[in-house]
């Protein structure tokens, strides 16, 4: 066990070095820009994974708290004159806490009820980002003007598209550090146990509704980070990519990618963003994602539980087994 | 000393248990009682699974029924499940720590708490496997060291005999009657096996359609003619 955690990191080490070198040399402008928005989403979908995978637990609200992270990372950028780093770590700390709020009453609730609440919840913030819009760099709380010329702060290391995209995969891979942590402590034990049955976990003395909301709160951290470093990639955000649906649409790639291990959530980054960026550069609608999205949760729910990446560490698995 | 006093739990228009009042000062007690009659329910009430509508249980002057179950565990009390509840893919280990987890027991003792739980039940061999690789036997043996760690003060028992084989049912004997003078926790047994319960319970309750309708020796209780119709409708 302890091995192959060990592996695990060592792979995704090396991954990680091969694609904070390499990629930005070799991606053109464009790519460069859709492989940044493709990792800041896998960095979200790791978080809808974690709830998944670690409590069965369906969260159908994380784009709006990639939407609220956001919200708070350019209000803060036009308020205060705070380092990036630190606004992205504040914004993922807030929606952390807003997402532990939001979940503490759907915590009685499992299966289709709670998703059900959890897209009740991103159809409420879809409206109120429809209503209130993005801080621009204008006056007040809410921080829009008509016409704002004022631009979105990025770290003073990280000002080009590619020096992004590598601070961009840096914060992926601590961010999977963190879950990997998580999941190897006492955290990832409390939820297993919880996951057995919640008997079970209190019968082991684990406070399960502590350990709930903290697995929320993680989650929610996480898509607060996104939020914040996808803010910083495009500059400003808009209200029309942050709908219900959306959500609806991470949480089936995060299971298309394969909920329980990381290599999961980078195939539900590349996925929601990479493909239909393809599709369109190869002159085809985008939306053909979507019918090749509908077909891939078919499979993945019917022969494929741990999704593309569990697959392929399988196969690897597999190979081993047969030397 | 563990009293229960007038305990009732009522599902609906049922009542699982009416007014069970008991006083267990013996290391290992018996609970049996045929199906329905309320065995996993008195359980269930000492770890707060389901809602006691009157009553106590009350533990060298704390009553149990005041804390939330997880802290109950907290406190001292340790059970093992009728279905046993091992995760595939947690070691044997980390079944062990997530109990430790919650009593705050120092890193330092932790390596040392566990060593001291796998050796008594003698799986120390199998640590490091994963759940999904236990057979029966081992799984039913994680479930006991489980109930064994951070010092416990009651020990429930679910049928724990469930499923194993003779030579195993000797071991599990053992390892039942060794646990009050080992980890000094008194053990309350539920199950069928009667001969299990005549080997290693001093005292034996009955239930019967959640009324306590015998308490004694369990010879004595086991020889009762009230308790053998109960028990064998005869």
């Known amino acids: 066990m302890q091995l192959l955690t060990h592996k695990s990191t060592l792979v995704g080490l090396v991954a990680l070095l091969l694609a904070v070198i390499l990629l930005p040399m070799f991606a053109g402008a464009l790519w460069v820009k859709v492989l940044t928005s493709a990792a800041i989403f896998a960095l979200a979908a790791s978080g809808v994974s974690l709830v998944y995978a670690q409590l069965g637990l369906i969260n159908l609200a994380q784009i709006a708290l990639i939407g609220i992270g956001g919200w708070i990372a350019l209000r803060l950028n036009y308020g205060t004159a705070l380092p990036v780093t630190l606004i992205v770590l504040g914004s993922g700390i807030l929606t952390g806490l807003i997402g532990a709020l939001f979940a503490l009453p759907a915590l009685r609730m499992r299966g289709l009820y709670l998703a059900l609440v959890t897209l009740m919840v991103a159809a409420l913030f879809q409206i109120m980002f429809n209503a209130f819009q993005f801080p621009n760099g204008g006056e007040g709380f809410w921080g829009v003007a008509q016409k704002s010329a004022a631009s979105i702060r990025r770290p003073a290391f990280a000002e080009t598209d590619e020096a992004y995209f590598r601070y961009v995969l840096i914060a992926l891979g601590l961010s999977f550090a963190l879950i990997g942590l998580h999941k190897a402590g006492r955290p990832g034990r409390a939820w297993a146990m919880t996951r057995q049955s919640e008997a079970n976990a209190m019968a082991a003395g684990i406070n399960v509704t502590f350990y709930k909301l903290w697995a929320f709160a993680l989650s929610g951290l996480l898509a607060g980070i996104a939020g914040a470093l996808l803010a910083g990639a495009l500059g400003q955000l808009d209200a029309r990519s942050f709908l219900a649906g959306e959500g609806i649409l991470l949480f089936a790639l995060a299971v298309v990618g394969g909920a329980f291990s990381w290599l999961g959530a980078v195939f539900a980054g590349l996925l929601y963003k990479l493909l239909p960026a393809l599709f369109n550069d190869w002159g085809l609608s985008a939306d053909i994602a979507l019918i090749i999205f509908g077909g891939a949760l078919m499979h993945a729910i019917m022969t494929a539980p741990h999704g593309i990446a569990g697959q392929i560490l399988g196969a690897f698995n597999k190979e081993k087994s047969d030397d | ?234």
């Open chain 2, 1 to 234: 000393m563990i009293e229960i006093q007038d305990i009732t739990v009522k599902f609906g228009g049922v009542v699982a248990l009416d007014q069970v009042t008991l006083k267990i000062a013996d290391d290992v007690v018996g609970l049996i009682g045929p199906n329905g009659a309320g065995k996993t329910t008195l359980t269930n009430a000492f770890s707060g699974f389901v809602n006691v509508a009157n009553g106590s249980i009350t533990v060298n002057g704390t009553n149990l029924i005041d804390l939330a179950p997880h802290l109950r565990t907290r406190w001292g009390l340790a059970r093992s499940f009728q279905k046993v509840q091992i995760v595939p893919d947690l070691s044997v280990e980390d079944h062990l720590k997530a109990v430790l987890d919650g009593k705050g027991i120092p890193a330092s003792q932790r390596k040392g708490a566990v060593s001291k739980a796998l050796e008594y039940v003698g799986i120390s061999d199998i640590r490091f496997r994963k759940g999904s690789t236990l057979n029966p036997y081992q799984r039913r043996m994680t479930e006991i060291a489980k109930c064994l760690i951070g010092a416990p003060r009651i020990v429930l028992l679910d049928e724990p005999g469930g499923g194993l084989s003779e030579s195993e049912m000797q071991h599990l004997r053992e390892v039942i009657t060794g646990i009050h003078p080992e980890f000094g926790a008194q053990v309350l047994l539920v199950d069928h096996d009667v001969d299990l319960i005549r080997d290693v319970c001093a005292s034996t309750a009955v239930l019967d359609f959640g009324k306590l309708i015998a308490f004694g020796q369990t010879d004595e209780v086991l020889a009762d003619e009230v308790v053998k119709t109960a028990y064998l409708g005869r």
